[in-house]
């Protein structure tokens, strides 16, 4: 299994908060992405990055920032979370064969 | 822009019959696709790809797919369901640039006994 972890696993928060997830590799990988999944969505990539300190939007990053400070981190935040992000984050790498992602065990995220 | 569909949300299956998931994809040039399985309450694991060559490509648990560039559709195929196999499935097409994949909704598989 590819070294990916992801925390927290579970978080309830309040609307309005800000709220930080934090995606780990082992892998040394270049490429990691966020995605949120959603009953009748399936994923949706929120923001990727391609290198240290090199970040681009997905199709859904409204509401999302992201930074990368070290390749084995990636960290998502939403800088006032609202109750349409209600969401489960999955964090992904790519693996040794370009496109091909491996997935984290994934955050289930609730805002009330 | 690229874009994947799969035609049926859920489908149900008696456990020993065969299965066939379909998944259609827009994609300009040629493109790479993907399976991926998500058990309840877990992460997506990776099936099989497809990247070049031969057209049917064999994935992991019994599973294969088969592209078909004149129908645009890369389609996940069992020949003996287990009911262990009752899970999400989601096809997936590869952008070029940076690696991004473009997910279909899913098809959610039911093993009846």
Known sequence: ?112 | AQSVTQPDIHITVSEGASLELRCNYSYGATPYLFWYVQSPGQGLQLLLKYFSGDTLVQGIKGFEAEFKRSQSSFNLRKPSVHWSDAAEYFCAVGSSGYSTLTFGKGTMLLVSP
């Open chain 1, 1 to 112: 299994d590819a070294g990916i972890t992801q925390s927290p696993r579970h978080k309830v928060t309040e609307t309005g908060t800000p709220v930080t997830l934090r995606c780990h590799q082992t892998e040394n990988h270049r490429y990691m992405y966020w995605y949120r999944q959603d009953p009748g969505h399936g994923l949706r990539l929120i923001h990727y990055s391609y290198g240290v300190k090199d970040t681009d939007k997905g199709e859904v990053s409204d509401g999302y920032s992201v930074s990368r400070s070290k390749t084995e981190d990636f960290l998502l935040t939403l800088e006032s979370a609202t109750s349409s992000q209600t969401s489960v984050y999955f964090c992904a790498i790519t693996g040794q064969e370009d496109y091909e992602q491996y997935f984290g065990p994934g955050t289930r995220l609730t805002v009330t």
